[in-house]
Structures are given as structure tokens and as C-alpha cells.
């Protein structure tokens, strides 16, 4: 499996703004669409944002849209997740991966194990 690095995360206000970046290891990334998942205390891993291989076409959970932005640099082999407007409830640990470009955008662990994520919090 590939490895993933997951950072930029930390604590920010209501209202402000953070950068997320994930670092995979030398496979084959660019042949891959990819995500971002977060998972809240208490609750399960949930989907964020998509991104097609070529970076073309891009999907968001309908709680983020209007705020996140994904982005690729395939020759970093790098995802990132530009997030504005943060609110309390998008407090949660962030990771990424692989995903299937369908109806639920489900990861394929199969391409890389889960990282340690990055914590975002945000205050009130």
C-alpha cells in the first residue's frame, strides 16, 4: 500500500481559514482520483471532497460546498484542501485517500493505508 501524510492541520476561529495538504508515497498517484474524509469525535469517518485524476472534475459532501476547495499537483504527488468559512462543526480529524468516483465516493484501501491524519479544530 501506499503511505499517506496528511498535515496543515490545527486551530483556527469561526470564520477563518486553513490548508490541508497530503503527501503520498511514489506510486501512482496520478492515475488515481482522491479525496479528503474527516471523522468527528463520536461519529464515523465521512466524506469531504473529491477530485478526479486529471483534476477535472471535483465532488463536495453538500456540508462543505461553498467553503472547500480540492486541489491536486500530481507531480508532488499531493492533494490538498483549501477550507474557508470554518465552523465549529468541521471539527475533526481530516485524512485522505483514494477514492471510487461514483455514488458514495467510497475510499479504496486497497491503494494506500489509512495516515494519522490531521486534527482541525475550530472555535466558537
Known amino acids: 500500500q501506499v503511505q499517506l501524510a496528511e498535515s496543515g492541520g490545527g486551530l483556527v476561529q469561526a470564520g477563518g481559514s486553513l490548508r490541508l495538504s497530503c503527501a503520498a508515497s511514489g506510486h501512482t498517484f496520478s492515475n488515481y482520483h482522491m479525496g479528503w474524509f474527516r471523522q468527528a469525535p463520536g461519529k464515523e469517518r465521512e466524506f469531504v471532497a473529491a477530485?478526479?485524476?486529471?483534476?477535472?472534475?471535483?465532488h463536495y459532501a453538500d456540508s462543505v460546498k461553498g467553503r472547500f476547495t480540492i486541489s491536486r499537483d500530481n507531480a508532488k504527488n499531493t492533494l490538498y484542501l483549501q477550507m474557508n468559512s470554518l465552523k465549529p462543526e468541521d471539527t475533526a480529524v481530516y485524512y485522505c485517500n483514494a477514492v471510487k468516483w461514483g455514488t458514495y465516493f467510497e475510499a479504496l484501501e486497497d491503494f494506500g493505508s489509512w495516515g494519522q491524519g490531521t486534527q482541525v479544530t475550530v472555535s466558537s
Open positions: 477530485i478526479t485524476w486529471s483534476g477535472f472534475s471535483t
